[in-house]
């Protein structure tokens, strides 16, 4: 077997290789190829301004057609971008994407505030990230404070000293900057207030039982006020229920995003049902046959 493929090289000397492993690396390869192929897509899931009713911002995210296992989502591939470095040039393909969209959206009259954008723990920490948005901004004529970059906690959290340098570049740049995942990543909070942040982005663990458990309520009430009194705007994450979303409008959220007001849409269903929405429509009927 010396003229064994490079795979079946690769079993000889990691004989123990499972399934799973096999499965992990043709999932790479057929990555590798995924850009190329055109296979990545963006759905868009707006974001409703509690104050005014008004959607102030959708949020792309990212979805893999896969040629033979279908639509996969991105729990089952970031990662997978992340180790492979791969993350670089698809967050970039994301970025330039989200800006497009946006820029369509506003041809059409239907604008939201802004588009929000995912970055990743190992693109953050690329020193290409600063010079992308800076590119991506530029060529698609995208005014800065239109678009959000979203980092979670634990990735704002791996190195603090470096974390404030890049949003400070990125905020110099004059784009929005918003924590994600926010309660999950156990931050030492006396950094939130040193990052230029302008939206803490409350995680979907603690909404949805909010309404029934005292202690999460608890920490979503002082998660909305925490927000508050550093000048930020609160989004809750994960809204499924019209109980959910009472809880949240009397502790004044600012915003909330998720399947009660509207599941991520396909990019051909967005502008028409930010349409509806500004017309005066709940939306309700694109939200239901719509993907997530
Ligand atoms: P995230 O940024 O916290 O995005 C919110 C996730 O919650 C999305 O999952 C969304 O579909 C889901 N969601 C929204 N509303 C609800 C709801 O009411 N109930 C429930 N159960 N879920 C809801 P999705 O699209 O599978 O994305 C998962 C994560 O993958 C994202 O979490 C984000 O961390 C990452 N991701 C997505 N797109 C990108 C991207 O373009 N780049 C990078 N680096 N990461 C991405
Ligand atoms: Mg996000
Ligand atoms: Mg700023
Ligand atoms: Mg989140």
Redesign the pocket.
Known sequence: RSKASGRNRYQFYAPEMNARGQELLSLETDLRRALDRGEFRLHY?PQLDLRDNRIAGV????RWKHPRDGVI???DF?PLLEDTGL?VPV?EW?LRNACTQYRACRESGVAPVRIS????AR?FREDTLLRQVEQVLREECMPPHHLEL?I?ESTAMQDVAATGDILAALDALGVRLAI??FGTGYSSLAYLKRFPLDALKID?AFIRDAPRDANIAAIAEASISLGHKLGLEVVA????TAEQLAFLRRRACDLI????FSR?LPADALTPFLARHAAGGSGEAAASTAD?
């Open positions: 899931q949020e792309a995210l990212l989502a991105p729990g970031v993350i967050g994301v954008v995912n970055v990743s693109q979203e979670t994600d995942d979907q994450e994960g809204v499924e995003q998720g399947f009660h991520p997530s």
